[in-house]
């Protein structure tokens, strides 16, 4: 069956979507998802996005990794779906969809998604690094010289490492540009490799440069372009009203026979 499919980039995060609104891709298939998103056998894509109908949301992301596995959150993707789902009419600029880690509302102005992310609990401190969940699990390990750095070999000795090798986790490495300005490279779980950009890992990145003392809302650079993310901090260390705003851009169609 011929199946139309859309390939969408979040500062370079890339995704195949899938409007499944009618139910017929084979989700379960982990082997299929993974084909698509190869780089020589398939599409090419750091992961795949089912947007579906959901009796109490303007839409549900199913998103998945490219080693096939149904994944977490993913910031990135998710600005992609909104995007998507601006293109397929299913919103005009707002949304309140779901995702993995549950409910997000979303608006589009101009160039640029914002998307609302989850209240964050639970920075966990690990020697100098820090681990939290965005949605999906991020260690951060802040550096000096982050453009200069082997983030493949770092990032998969902390990713296999014997606390986190059997559910694993994404690694960002973080250096401060400026008072309001970062720069972070990610190691993706799922995909096994850096990828452009992470938009969990960049939420999760600049709430631990507020932990730090640098001011809401941070500009923050990635391979794969900018973005900016606002938080507010509780009196406890918690964080609420967190925000990952960056543009979200169609690349090409084409179909698939599956
Ligand atoms: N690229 C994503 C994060 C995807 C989740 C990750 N691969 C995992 O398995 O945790 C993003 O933009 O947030």
Known sequence: MATSFYKYQGTGNDFVMIDNRK??????????????????????ADGLIL????????????????????????????????RFAKQLGVIEDVACFLAADGEHQASIERDEIHLKMNDVQGVEKIGEDYYLNTGSPHYIRFVDDVENLDVYTEGRAIRYNDRFKA?????????????????VRTYERGVED???????????AALVAGIKGMQSPLKVKVLGGELQVAFERNSDGSFKYIYLIGPARLVFTGSITI
């Open 167 to 183: 559910v694993g986790t994404n690694v960002n490495f973080v250096q401060r540009l400026g008072e309001n300005e970062i720069f």
């Open 51 to 82: 947007l579906q109908d959901h009796p109490d949301y303007d839409f549900e992301m199913v998103y998945f990794n490219a080693d096939g596995r149904l994944g977490s959150m993913c910031g990135n993707g998710a600005r992609c779906t909104v």
């Open 194 to 204: 850096e990828t452009l950009s992470c938009g969990t890992g960049v939420t999760a």
């Open 23 to 44: 139910l017929t891709f084979p989700a379960d298939d982990e082997a299929l998802v993974k084909q698509l998103c190869d780089r020589r056998m398939g599409i090419g």
